[in-house]
């Protein structure tokens, strides 16, 4: 499982996982996102128009792992739209 499906499962944050797992020794998987999946996250941010945390959930990963990505590729953030 991921950080983010244990902290959902546990109703806890992402941050207090990492914390316990690495207390407890674990071997956490590569950060961030993979060239292909920064590739993917420019598509459906630009092209299809996504929201980081749609895009996000796309990947299995945090909306600000994929602004971080996205920023560092070079891509303009679109303006936040408010909640109705």
Excluded: C, N, P, W
């Excluded at 546990?10 to 690495?22: D, E, M, W, Y």
């Excluded at 950060?31 to 749609?54: D, H, M, N, P």
């Amino acid at each position: 499982m991921t950080v983010y499906e244990l902290a959902e499962k546990f109703s806890i944050q992402r941050q207090t996982v990492s914390k316990h797992l690495h207390a407890s020794g674990v071997t956490m998987r590569q950060q961030g996102l993979s060239e292909a999946q920064v590739e993917r996250a420019v598509e459906l941010y630009v092209e299809e128009r996504l929201t980081l945390k749609q895009v996000g959930a796309k990947l299995g990963a945090d909306a600000g792992t994929v602004r971080l990505a996205l920023l560092r590729r070079g891509v303009r953030m679109r303006a936040a739209v408010a909640k109705q």
